[in-house]
Structures are given as C-alpha cells and as structure tokens.
C-alpha cells in the first residue's frame, strides 16, 4: 500500500499587512533583476555574443540547455533549503550568481590565451556554475511567493510587476539595441554584460526587506519529502497541469531560442534591429498586464490562460506564413513581437497564477514546487538543445515553395505549432480555479461587445 502525503509544518505566515508593505520590493527586484537578465545570460544580447564567438549553433543550444536542466536540482535541494531558510538560501545564491556572471567578462583574456576550444571550455564552467546558483534560489522562489503574496491580490501583484518589469525591459532591450549599433567585437558586449551585474546586485538588496522564508527546521524532512512528491505525482490534477505547461514551454522555446538568429541571418536584419525588436515583447506585455490582471482576480486563473495559450499559438504560425522577402519586413515582425508579448504575458500570469491559487496545495507546496520547477527545467533544456540539433543538421535544407521557404527553420515554427495546441488542450483539463469556465467568459465579453456596437437589428 502506498503512503499518502504528509501535511507539512503549519507555515508561519507573516500577517498580511507586512506581506503588503513587502510587495513594492518585490516589484522593484524584479524590475532590477530583468536589466541584469537581459544584459547578461538570458536575452538576444547573450545569444548574438555567443554568435560573435564564432560558436556552432549545436554548441550554442548546449549551453542555453544548462540553465533550464540545472532545475531537476530542486528535486533534492528544496526540503534543505526550507530547513536553512528560504529568504537566506535565495539571497545567498541570488547574489553568488551575480559573481559568478561577472566572470564573462574576462573571456577576451581566455579567448586571447586559450583560443575558441579553452573558451568553450571556460564558458561551460561559467554558465554551469551560474545555473546551479539560479536552480537553487529560483526552487525556493516559488513557495516563498505563495507565502508572501495574498491570494486575493496575486493578480493585481502580477499584472503590475510585468508592467513595471517590461517596461524597465523595454528600456534595456533598446539601450543595448542603440550600443549595438554600428559597434563590432566582443567590447561592447562586455560593457553590457558589466552594466547587467551592476543592476543584479542592486537587485539582490531589494529582497532584504521582503518579509518571510524564515528557517522552519522540523519542516519536510527526507522520507516525507520523497512521499509528498510521490502523491503530487498521483495528483491529476497536478499532472495535467504538468502536461500542459511542457508543451507550451517547449514549442515556445523551440523558436524562440533562436529567433534572433533567424532574423539576423535568414531575413537579413542587423544586430541592433534585432536587440531593438525583442523590446517590443516587453512593450505588448506592457500594454496587456493590467488586462490580464484585472481579468484573472475577476474570472480566475484558467480563461485568462486558456485565452493567451490559443494566441500563443498564432506567433509560430505568423512567422512560418511571413514572405522572408515582404516589403516592410522590420514592420511585420514588430507586430509579431508585440503580440508575443501579450499573449506571453497573459500565459505565464495566468498558469502562475492558477498553480499558486489552486493547482499546489500550501501544506505540501515544498514538494509540488520542487517538481514543477524540476519540470521545466528538464522540458526547457530539451528545447534549445533539439532546436540547436534541428538547425544544425538542416542547415542545407531550402525549398521554396511559393513565398514559402521551407527550411530548418519553418520546421521548427511547425513543430512549434503542434506542441502548443497540444499543451492548449491539456490546459484546458485542470480544474479552474473560480466558478467561471472559459467559454462563458467569452460568450459574456462578445456579448457585451456586440450590445455596445452602433448597428441596430440582426447582424
């Protein structure tokens, strides 16, 4: 007979006033810490660095696949970090990263000593070392949010932290597009990546003052760890969501791993376009957070989801059906990056915002995080590796069909496509987390659109 789980230790909640005072903080780290995100490992600007490295893109994938892999970490790291103290724990490793980042900057001088094979080489030790640190913070990031951020306002919370977060990442994005410009060699990536670490320390301080994750010692030892996650892995619900949200991050990752490279060799786009084009993603999150906000804490989580996951769906198709010769091109893809941003937004605020409120149970959320984060970490590391292999191996392919190209790349966007609507579908299964289901959101909004419109009479 297999045990059932464990409820944790009652978690010593802070009271709700001090978890609101804590949540301008909150805000403001993640605002910070998506300057040094963009500047440093994660973004086009770590992407075309790479390139101008002169690294394959099969290479290129493995080392992009390091920071979502280093996540099945979580799977044994969690119960000690609830033990020592989630805030110490996270802020410790938070601000060791920023170090460890650091360390890309003395790459001309390994480059310089040790050539393209020792820099390879030291690049790998970096980013490993660097995905570690992240794997082990961001595994106690989740439950630590869960405790901080009230339930009742935990759309509000996110609608305006993406706001303010995009927006600070559009400004990013488009300082580096603009340092970009016209400037070749590794310097000006270098400058970056310095900017970037200088505002991830900044963001580290922030956390300070953000109340909870204090040490719970006598909370989820081994053996009911290995139990609790044994019954979250029995939980159909939890699966389900599992399902869905595996599929969405690969066929999203599958093309938007190496997007900025497709722009820049396949439809001729200079590296400051590029750099530039990738804020307009922070400008349709942006414009669309509050709406998506607003809407979640109104009709729960799961028709703000189901809503963003099916435009989701349109982003591989737009790009697989865009004339590479069109004129205007710079224009479509814009419009393609704008409403990636809001349908992206609108996905992540709705799925973190059901998986919180509903999908993990707070008496055993060390267990249910810890394998949600060791999911994504093990589906997002598949997907820059098959689409670095998948490129790699194509890189003859080109067909034209129409004003089709039917290359590596168009493949990629299919596949893309299918995984989506496949994970829309599995989403679509979880249990939603208010009375409302999708389609009578729907029906109720085209209903009052429709009664607003200037027409009288049938339509």
């Known amino acids: 007979m297999t045990a059932s789980p464990v409820p944790d230790a009652p978690v010593d909640t802070p009271p709700e006033d001090v978890r609101l005072r804590g949540l301008p903080w909150l805000v403001g780290h993640n605002a910070l810490n998506a300057v040094f995100a963009y500047l440093t490992v994660f973004g086009p600007v770590f992407l075309l660095f790479l390139d101008e490295l002169g690294l394959p893109k099969a290479q290129i994938g493995l080392l992009l696949s390091l920071l979502p892999f280093s996540g099945l970490l979580a799977l044994g790291s969690a119960p000690v970090a609830t033990r020592l103290g989630r805030k110490r724990v996270f802020v410790t490793c938070w601000g060791s990263r920023k170090i460890v980042a ?11 000593r040790w050539g393209h094979a020792g820099s390879l080489v030291y690049l790998v030790v970096v980013i490993a070392i660097f995905a570690v640190l992240r794997a082990v913070a961001e595994t106690v990031w989740y439950p630590w949010l869960q405790e901080v951020v009230p339930d009742r306002v935990r759309g509000r919370f996110g609608a305006t932290s993406t706001l303010v977060t995009t927006l600070v990442s559009c400004l990013t994005l488009a300082a580096a597009g603009q340092a970009l410009k016209g400037h070749h060699g590794l310097h000006v990536f270098l400058v970056l990546i310095a900017a970037g670490c200088v505002f991830g320390v900044l963001s580290v301080l922030a956390m300070l003052p953000v109340p909870g994750g204090q040490p719970q010692p006598q909370r989820d030892p081994g053996d009911q760890h290995l139990t609790n996650m044994r019954g979250a892995l029995r939980d159909r619900n939890f699966v389900l969501y599992l399902a869905g949200l595996g599929s969405v991050t690969v066929g999203t990752l599958l093309y938007l791993s190496f997007l900025p490279l497709f722009l ?26 509050l709406l998506w906000g607003f809407a979640a804490d109104r009709v729960g989580s799961r028709p703000v989801l189901m809503s963003a996951a099916a435009m989701t769906l349109l982003i591989p198709l737009g790009w697989l059906l865009l004339p590479r010769q069109a004129p205007h091109l710079v224009v479509w893809c814009a419009a393609l990056y704008l409403v990636h941003g809001m349908a992206l937004n609108g996905a992540a605020l709705g799925a973190g915002r059901l998986l919180l ?18 999911w994504i970490g093990l589906v997002g590391g598949v997907a820059p590796l098959l689409a670095g292999a998948l490129l790699q191996t194509g890189g003859g392919w080109h067909v034209p ?22 994970g829309w579908a599995c989403y679509g299964r979880v249990r939603p987390d208010d009375r409302y289901r999708t389609r ?11 009664r607003r419109l200037p027409w009288r009479g049938p339509l």
Do not use: C
Not at 265 to 284: D, K, N, R, W, Y
Not at 401 to 422: N, S
């Open 440 to 450: 009578d959101v729907l029906y109720a909004l085209s209903t009052r659109i429709l």
């Open 102 to 112: 650091a360390g890309l900057l003395l790459l001309p001088w390994v480059l310089a």
């Open 264 to 289: 820049k060799q396949a439809l001729g786009l200079p590296s400051g376009v590029v750099v530039t084009l990738e804020a307009l993603i922070m400008v349709g999150g942006a414009v669309s957070a």
């Open 401 to 422: 069909l129409g004003w089709l190209t039917v290359d590596a790349h168009a493949v990629l966007f299919a596949l893309a496509a299918v995984l989506i609507a496949v």
């Open 357 to 374: 409120n509903d999908v993990v149970p707070v008496r055993q959320n060390t267990a249910y995080t810890a394998l949600y984060y060791a």
